[in-house]
C-alpha cells in the first residue's frame, strides 16, 4: 500500500482528510502512483498533471524521504520505503504568496 | 414571493447572495471552493437551480463545479479542455509565434434551453461546448482556426475569450468576443465564425480600424431586440444596430470611455449602464468617485448615477464580467469591484446599496430571478 499525502485544495477537492492510500500493481513509480491515485479519484485528473502532455503542472512538487523527485523520470522506481508505505509520497504545492 | 439570486466569483472563492423580491436583505453563502479563483458562475436559463462554475488556480489548473440545487451542493464534473486538433500558433506580447495553451475557464454560458448543454469562453482563446452538463467538452475549433488567429495578440490579462452570447431569436446566431482579437458572429452553432470589427478603431494597434486586433471588453445584448448590440471597448462606448456587421460610438458625454463591463436594463432595450474607468494606465475610476452611468437613449446621452456608491477615495475597479441585471418588474443591476463590494439596485440604478463590502476582488457577477 503506498502512502500519499496531498495538498489542502486537492483533499478538498477529492473530499478526503488525511493521507489516501493506493494499490499500485507492478513497479511503484510516480506515473504508476498518480495513475492510482487518479482512478481512484478521477476529479484529480488534469489538477497534478496536465492533460494533453502528462507532465507535473508546474507549481506542483513530488517529495519523498526528504529527497525531491519532482524532476525524475515518472517511470523511475520510487524509493523502497515509499514501495513498503514506510514512508508517504508527498504532493505539494509550490511556496508562493497571494 | 419571486426571489433574486446573485452569483460572485471572486479571486477566492464563490458566493451565492439570495434575497426575495424586495431586494433588502440578503442571505450570503460563501466561500465555496475557497481559496480557489472563480471567474464566473452562471446559472442556465432552462433551469435555475442548475448552476456552473468556473474553479482555478495557478498550481492545479482547472475545475469545472455544477450544481443542481440552486449552490447549496457542487459536485466537480469535466475539467479535460483539449483543444482539436493542430493548435499552432498566436503572436505572443513579442510578437514571436506562441503555441496555443489553455490557461484557464473565463467565462461559461449555458444554454438558452437545454440545462445540460452550456459554452466555455477559454484562455488561451478558444470556444468549447459540454452536451452532457459538463461532464466533457468539445472544442469548436473554428473560431480559433480563423484565418486572423495567428495574428491575435493577448491583452495584458490574458488572450481570452470573455464573452459569449447566444441570439435567442435566431438559433445557431452567436457572439464571442476575444481580448485582444475582437468580435466575432456565428451564424450556423460556432461552426463558422466572422469577425464584426468594423466601425471600431483602436489608437493601440498599427491600423486603427483593422478587421481584427481589438480589444474588445466587453459585449451586451437585449433578448427583445437582438440586433442591437452594445460593446465596452478597451476604449470607446460602441453601438451596432445591424447584428455587429458594423458599429458607431456612442461614448457621448460620458467623462471617459474607458471601462470594461456593460449591460442592458432587463425591459428597456434602450436603457444601457457601464462604469466609466480612468484611462488603461489607471483602472480606477475618475476622480475617486464610483459612478455608473445610465443612458436612456441606447447611448450618446450618459447620466451619472451616484446615490449610495462612495463619491471620494474610491480607487477600485469593476471587472468585464462583473455586472448584471435581474428581471424582476423594477429591474435590479448589480456589480461588483476589485475592492470586494458588490452594489445592488433595486431600481434600476436610481438607488444603490451595497450587498456585501468585504469580499476578496470580485472577477464576476451574474443574477438570476427565482419564480
Given at each position: 500500500?503506498?502512502?500519499?499525502?496531498?495538498?489542502?485544495?486537492?483533499?478538498?477537492?477529492?473530499?478526503?482528510?488525511?493521507?489516501?492510500?493506493?494499490?499500485?500493481?507492478?513497479?511503484?513509480?510516480?506515473?504508476?502512483?498518480?495513475?492510482?491515485?487518479?482512478?481512484?479519484?478521477?476529479?484529480?485528473?488534469?489538477?497534478?498533471?496536465?492533460?494533453?502532455?502528462?507532465?507535473?503542472?508546474?507549481?506542483?512538487?513530488?517529495?519523498?524521504?526528504?529527497?525531491?523527485?519532482?524532476?525524475?523520470?515518472?517511470?523511475?522506481?520510487?524509493?523502497?520505503?515509499?514501495?513498503?508505505?514506510?514512508?508517504?509520497?508527498?504532493?505539494?504545492?509550490?511556496?508562493?504568496?497571494? | 414571493?419571486?426571489?433574486?439570486?446573485?452569483?460572485?466569483?471572486?479571486?477566492?472563492?464563490?458566493?451565492?447572495?439570495?434575497?426575495?423580491?424586495?431586494?433588502?436583505?440578503?442571505?450570503?453563502?460563501?466561500p465555496h471552493f475557497a481559496g480557489w479563483e472563480i471567474y464566473h458562475v452562471k446559472?442556465?436559463?432552462?433551469?435555475?437551480?442548475?448552476?456552473?462554475?468556473?474553479?482555478?488556480?495557478?498550481?492545479?489548473?482547472?475545475?469545472?463545479?455544477?450544481?443542481?440545487?440552486?449552490?447549496?451542493?457542487?459536485?466537480?464534473?469535466?475539467?479535460?479542455?483539449?483543444?482539436?486538433?493542430?493548435?499552432?500558433?498566436?503572436?505572443?506580447?513579442?510578437?514571436?509565434?506562441?503555441?496555443?495553451?489553455?490557461?484557464?475557464?473565463?467565462?461559461?454560458?449555458?444554454?438558452?434551453?437545454?440545462?445540460?448543454?452550456?459554452?466555455?469562453?477559454?484562455?488561451?482563446?478558444?470556444?468549447?461546448?459540454?452536451?452532457?452538463?459538463?461532464?466533457?467538452?468539445?472544442?469548436?475549433?473554428?473560431?480559433?482556426?480563423?484565418?486572423?488567429?495567428?495574428?491575435?495578440?493577448?491583452?495584458?490579462?490574458?488572450?481570452?475569450?470573455?464573452?459569449?452570447?447566444?441570439?435567442?431569436?435566431?438559433?445557431?446566431?452567436?457572439?464571442?468576443?476575444?481580448?485582444?482579437?475582437?468580435?466575432?458572429?456565428?451564424?450556423?452553432?460556432?461552426?463558422?465564425?466572422?469577425?464584426?470589427?468594423?466601425?471600431?478603431?483602436?489608437?493601440?494597434?498599427?491600423?486603427?480600424?483593422?478587421?481584427?486586433?481589438?480589444?474588445?471588453?466587453?459585449?451586451?445584448?437585449?433578448?427583445?431586440?437582438?440586433?442591437?448590440?452594445?460593446?465596452?471597448?478597451?476604449?470607446?462606448?460602441?453601438?451596432?444596430?445591424?447584428?455587429?456587421?458594423?458599429?458607431?460610438?456612442?461614448?457621448?458625454?460620458?467623462?471617459?470611455?474607458?471601462?470594461?463591463?456593460?449591460?442592458?436594463?432587463?425591459?428597456?432595450?434602450?436603457?444601457?449602464?457601464?462604469?466609466?474607468?480612468?484611462?488603461?494606465?489607471?483602472?480606477?475610476?475618475?476622480?475617486?468617485?464610483?459612478?455608473?452611468?445610465?443612458?436612456?437613449?441606447?447611448?450618446?446621452?450618459?447620466?451619472?448615477?451616484?446615490?449610495?456608491?462612495?463619491?471620494?477615495?474610491?480607487?477600485?475597479?469593476?471587472?468585464?464580467?462583473?455586472?448584471?441585471?435581474?428581471?424582476?418588474?423594477?429591474?435590479?443591476?448589480?456589480?461588483?469591484?476589485?475592492?470586494?463590494?458588490?452594489?445592488?439596485?433595486?431600481?434600476?440604478?436610481?438607488?444603490?446599496?451595497?450587498?456585501?463590502?468585504?469580499?476578496?476582488?470580485?472577477?464576476?457577477?451574474?443574477?438570476?430571478?427565482?419564480?
Open positions: 500500500m503506498i502512502r500519499v499525502v496531498l495538498p489542502a485544495h486537492l483533499r478538498a477537492l477529492a473530499r478526503i482528510s488525511g493521507e489516501v492510500e493506493v494499490d499500485v500493481a507492478g513497479q511503484v513509480t510516480q506515473r504508476s502512483v498518480l495513475d492510482a491515485l487518479e482512478g481512484r479519484y478521477p476529479v484529480l485528473r488534469g489538477t497534478i498533471r496536465d492533460y494533453g502532455n502528462g507532465r507535473r503542472r508546474a507549481f506542483v512538487r513530488f517529495f519523498a524521504c526528504e529527497r525531491d523527485l519532482s524532476h525524475e523520470q515518472p517511470d523511475a522506481p520510487l524509493p523502497e520505503a515509499v514501495a513498503t508505505g514506510a514512508e508517504p509520497y508527498l504532493i505539494v504545492g509550490a511556496m508562493a504568496g497571494g | 414571493m419571486s426571489g433574486v439570486r446573485v452569483l460572485v466569483g471572486t479571486r477566492k472563492g464563490a458566493f451565492v447572495l439570495s434575497s426575495d423580491g424586495r431586494r433588502e436583505r440578503w442571505d450570503v453563502s460563501g446559472g442556465s436559463p432552462a433551469d435555475p437551480d442548475r448552476l456552473y462554475a468556473s474553479q482555478s488556480n495557478g498550481w492545479f489548473g482547472q475545475v469545472i463545479q455544477r450544481s443542481d440545487d440552486g449552490g447549496a451542493t457542487w459536485e466537480p464534473v469535466g475539467n479535460n479542455f483539449g483543444y482539436e486538433g493542430a493548435t499552432g500558433t498566436h503572436q505572443w506580447y513579442d510578437g514571436t509565434p506562441h503555441p496555443w495553451e489553455f490557461a484557464r475557464v473565463w467565462h461559461l454560458e449555458p444554454s438558452l434551453d437545454d440545462p445540460d448543454a452550456v459554452y466555455a469562453g477559454v484562455e488561451d482563446a478558444g470556444l468549447f461546448r459540454s452536451a452532457d452538463g459538463g461532464q466533457s467538452w468539445q472544442e469548436l475549433p473554428a473560431l480559433r482556426c480563423h484565418p486572423s488567429g495567428p495574428s491575435w495578440q493577448p491583452g495584458a490579462g490574458g488572450m481570452c475569450l470573455h464573452t459569449i452570447i447566444l441570439d435567442p431569436s435566431s438559433p445557431g446566431r452567436m457572439f464571442a468576443a476575444i481580448s485582444a482579437a475582437g468580435a466575432f458572429r456565428s451564424d450556423d452553432s460556432g461552426q463558422t465564425w466572422q469577425p464584426v470589427n468594423r466601425g471600431l478603431r483602436s489608437e493601440g494597434i498599427p491600423d486603427a480600424d483593422a478587421e481584427v486586433g481589438h480589444c474588445v471588453h466587453r459585449l451586451a445584448m437585449h433578448p427583445a431586440r437582438p440586433n442591437v448590440l452594445y460593446m465596452q471597448k478597451h476604449w470607446d462606448v460602441m453601438r451596432s444596430d445591424n447584428s455587429a456587421e458594423s458599429w458607431h460610438e456612442v461614448s457621448g458625454n460620458l467623462p471617459t470611455d474607458f471601462g470594461f463591463p456593460i449591460d442592458v436594463h432587463a425591459h428597456e432595450p434602450d436603457t444601457v449602464y457601464v462604469v466609466p474607468i480612468t484611462s488603461d494606465s489607471e483602472h480606477f475610476p475618475p476622480e475617486g468617485k464610483l459612478r455608473v452611468y445610465r443612458s436612456k437613449t441606447g447611448g450618446d446621452d450618459w447620466e451619472a448615477l451616484t446615490r449610495g456608491l462612495p463619491q471620494e477615495h474610491c480607487y477600485v475597479n469593476v471587472l468585464r464580467d462583473a455586472m448584471a441585471v435581474d428581471s424582476l418588474d423594477s429591474c435590479g443591476i448589480y456589480f461588483g469591484t476589485t475592492g470586494g463590494q458588490v452594489y445592488a439596485s433595486a431600481d434600476a440604478g436610481d438607488n444603490w446599496a451595497p450587498i456585501v463590502r468585504d469580499l476578496p476582488p470580485v472577477l464576476s457577477v451574474e443574477a438570476q430571478t427565482l419564480p
